[in-house]
T-cell receptor
Framework: GQQVMQIPQYQHVQEGEDFTTYCNSSTTLSNIQWYKQRPGGHPVFLIQLVKSGEVKKQKRLTFQFGEAKKNSSLHITATQTTDVGTYFCAGETSGSRLTFGEGTQLTVNP | ETGVTQSPTHLIKTRGQQVTLRCSSQSGHNTVSWYQQALGQGPQFIFQYYREEENGRGNFPPRFSGLQFPNYSSELNVNALELDDSALYLC????????????FGEGSRLTVL
């Protein structure tokens, strides 16, 4: 079955440093979504990428979808303490449901 | 806030018991998906309901069952609870099945002793 892998599992940064999490799928995806889950909270939708090679930006967050539509990344520039949480990618293939990765847990030291 | 509400927020059951979790979807959404999230893991897809019919199921045994009502609210039932069923159960609503943003509720934290 479809598998979605994320690395790293944990990332500790100093406030102001950059952060990147990577997502890889075992199969070609029709789209990929990113979610953020704060400690004790629920996943909150950040963005959906659909096109091969797509790059989208939201303020300090940059999302990329690979040319082969099997990998994606989320990059945060100059992290802030409000960025703390677990970031999940979730891949969708035609006829299947979203498959979530294991997430990258980000901690930011002030 | 997403407008998706779940109840109860926390509950404790013993092995072998049965549990029903409830979810009210966001207004205008006709699709509800249920996910199980074990501690430190990503959400795992249980099943989806679209217009009161099951519309896809993940790798969960038949003792996990569900319903969707005409107002698009939904229930998740788990029979013969096992210790490994301890998890956060998330309900997510969406406007269309199979695509688009999921709006998650706060979840129901189930502990099985």
């Amino acid at each position: 079955g479809q598998q979605v892998m994320q690395i790293p599992q944990y990332q500790h940064v100093q406030e102001g440093e950059d952060f990147t999490t990577y997502c890889n799928s075992s199969t070609t995806l029709s789209n990929i979504q990113w979610y953020k889950q704060r400690p004790g909270g629920h996943p909150v939708f950040l963005i959906q990428l659909v096109k091969s090679g797509e790059v989208k930006k939201q303020k300090r967050l940059t999302f990329q979808f690979g040319e082969a539509k099997k990998n994606s990344s989320l990059h945060i520039t100059a992290t802030q303490t409000t960025d703390v949480g677990t970031y999940f990618c979730a891949g969708e293939t035609s006829g299947s449901r979203l498959t979530f990765g294991e997430g990258t847990q980000l901690t930011v030291n002030p | 806030e997403t407008g998706v509400t779940q109840s109860p927020t926390h509950l404790i059951k013993t092995r072998g018991q049965q549990v029903t979790l409830r979810c009210s979807s966001q207004s205008g959404h006709n699709t509800v998906s249920w996910y199980q999230q074990a501690l430190g893991q990503g959400p795992q897809f249980i099943f989806q309901y679209y217009r009161e019919e099951e519309n896809g199921r993940g790798n969960f045994p038949p003792r996990f069952s569900g319903l969707q009502f005409p107002n698009y609210s939904s229930e998740l039932n788990v029979n013969a609870l096992e210790l490994d069923d301890s998890a956060l159960y998330l309900c997510a609503s969406s406007f269309l099945a199979n695509t688009g943003e999921l709006f998650f509720g706060e979840g129901s934290r189930l502990t099985v002793l």
